[in-house]
């Protein structure tokens, strides 16, 4: 099938090179299953990969008294850079692929200003766009530079403008998290301009780690003698005792509730145009990449902002900042930070793997094993919170499950011990893997997969059932697209790129990893959570209009 192409091209500060190119988000799949007549699709990512400016990462806070320069956050190659993009007639661009339909085009452009300008810049055109701002702060590294640069934005240019700022607690979560969220508190309760919301209400958040539950829910009333920490005692916290958000669904998605608590803010401001400012930056991963461009919706033509709802806005202004950047500017400026990263650093964490989110996600779980050495008492209380918590501390990075070394059980093939894994599980996990299975089977049966030359050798030499099918519209290079006949390999241990070709051992992975999102086989994080937004839309859009209009 064809790509659904979008190119957007969006300035980028400390002149260099830009992401928002791709912003291509395809599909992979949509084709008719001639047995059942079932349609199915899956969603992926094209991305385009780019270079941060050569600036000191510090994860130490510096004494340092006024505000840098812009020339601070500008590379010593900078002139440089620009000599080359001014010979490309002002943009350097990369493109790859025909012009075709299906083609992927990826557009760089090269701009004069620094990444601090260019959000001086954002951020005087959210304060005189919108009526209503509030900053979403989860206690991370670039939730709380956002917070600190948007504070010192409000009080030098907006000195009468109030601002929100949205904590959602997930209840479980490192010691040096919670202190830091609650020294930024202290500060803002000091802060006339400042309305503090802390969110403490049982919410759906995923979890990686247990066969048996997709979801587990932070401050559910129902088990809170199992609570990690207490809860917070501060006026502003919301809990379900004084919950004032109208728009709350017990134990409603944590997406859903953050969405969902704009709508509110909108509403108990007296309406207007509402934006939540989300330290995201798009060189994180492909998630927040696609996250950040690929909109149809944006504001006015800025990638950077999405609507959520009716007068209801998201934006990122610092998607364009690299994790260089983000330590550059505390220290330069001298702000507070979460300590953790510390801890993180002595504990040879890579800067790119530094998690403060919840542990148990697909992101945070390769280092949950920290936790049992950084704060002990916490992980004691994170044992009994969530099932399967200390296996993926012990085995979560280990070649226990490694895929090469996953041994079968006798009397099985990986087919057979798929379909035994299968009738385990609770009817809900289970429906929700053969649906990814199925998907699967059915498009590298019908539409096939692009692999390179020597893949698609290796798998001849082999004795594999397989016939080209044309050019793969979902790979940079034109691959060649293969399609499997015959029966699906019961494994593929005997080729090099085993991960990249079906086989019932590589679903069979996907079950013994947790991974309910099948990311393994290639599908995309956001798709389950995608039809779950656009079911509920579906079922209150009168609902939603209605309260909009009011």
């Not at 005692?233 to 704009?262: C, W």
């Not at 994180?284 to 959520?308: D, F, M, P």
């Not at 505390?330 to 793997?353: C, E, K, T, W």
């Amino acid at each position: 099938m064809p790509f659904s192409r979008t190119i957007i091209t969006a300035e980028l500060g400390a002149d260099r090179r830009t992401h928002c190119a791709t912003g291509v988000q395809r599909t992979l799949l949509e084709a008719k299953r001639k047995a059942s007549g079932a349609a199915s699709q899956a969603q992926g990512h094209s991305f385009a990969g780019r270079s941060g400016p050569n600036v000191q990462t510090s994860g130490h806070r510096a004494q340092r008294a006024g505000r840098p320069s812009a020339q601070a956050f500008e590379r010593p190659s900078a002139q440089a850079s620009r000599r080359r993009a001014r010979a490309l007639s002002g943009a350097a661009r990369l493109r790859r692929g025909p012009k075709a339909t299906g083609s992927v085009e990826v557009i760089k452009r090269y701009t004069g200003q620094t990444v601090y300008d260019a959000l001086q810049e954002r951020l005087r055109f959210v304060f005189s766009e919108f009526d209503n701002v509030f900053v979403s702060f989860s206690g991370g590294k670039d939730s709380g530079l956002l917070l600190e640069l948007v504070l010192d934005f409000q009080k030098r240019h907006c000195p009468e403008k109030r601002i929100g700022v949205f904590h959602q607690d997930f209840e479980a979560q490192y010691s040096a998290t919670t202190a830091y969220v609650e020294r930024t508190f202290d500060r803002l309760e000091r802060e006339p301009a400042v309305e503090p919301y802390w969110v403490c209400l049982p919410m759906a958040t995923r979890t990686a780690l247990s066969s048996y539950e997709m979801f587990w829910y932070p401050w559910d009333d129902e088990r809170q003698e199992a609570w990690v920490r207490p809860l917070p005692k501060r006026p502003y916290v919301i809990s379900l005792e004084n919950n004032p958000m109208t728009t709350y669904r017990y134990k409603m998605h944590q997406e859903d509730l953050a969405r969902q608590f704009g709508r509110w803010y909108r509403k108990a401001h007296g309406g207007g145009k509402t934006v939540c400012l989300l330290g995201i930056r798009a060189d994180e991963s492909l998630h927040r990449y696609s996250g950040i461009v690929n909109k149809r919706h944006g504001y006015q033509g800025a990638c950077w902002i999405t609507e959520q709802f009716k007068n209801v806005w998201s934006a990122s202004p610092l998607y364009d900042w690299s994790v260089s950047d983000v330590w550059h500017a505390n220290a330069l400026f001298g702000f507070d930070y979460n300590r953790l990263y510390d801890l993180y650093y002595l504990a040879g964490v890579s800067p790119d793997q530094m998690r403060v989110a919840s542990p148990f996600g697909d992101s945070a779980k390769d280092s949950l094993n920290l936790y049992r050495v950084i704060d002990p008492d916490i992980w004691a209380k994170l044992v009994g919170r969530v099932q399967g918590a200390n296996f993926g501390a012990i085995y979560g990075r280990t070649k226990a499950m490694g895929y090469r070394n996953l041994e079968l059980p006798k009397g099985h093939t990986w087919k057979s011990f798929t379909f035994f894994l299968l009738e385990t599980l609770p009817e809900r996990l289970r429906e929700n893997y053969v649906r990814k299975f199925k998907t699967s089977i059915q498009f590298w049966y019908e539409t096939g997969g692009g692999l390179d030359e020597a893949v698609i050798q290796e798998l001849l030499d082999r004795g594999y059932r397989i016939r080209r099918n044309g050019v793969s519209n979902y790979t940079l290079n034109k691959r060649s697209r293969v399609v499997f006949v015959g029966e699906l390999p019961d494994s593929t241990d005997d080729v090099k790129s085993t991960k990249d070709i079906p086989s019932w051992k590589r679903m069979c992975y996907c079950i013994l990893k947790n991974d309910h999102i099948c990311r393994f086989m290639g599908f995309g994080l956001t798709r389950e959570q995608q039809r779950h937004v656009n079911a509920l839309k579906r079922e209150y859009a009168e609902v939603v209009e209605r309260k909009a209009v009011g």
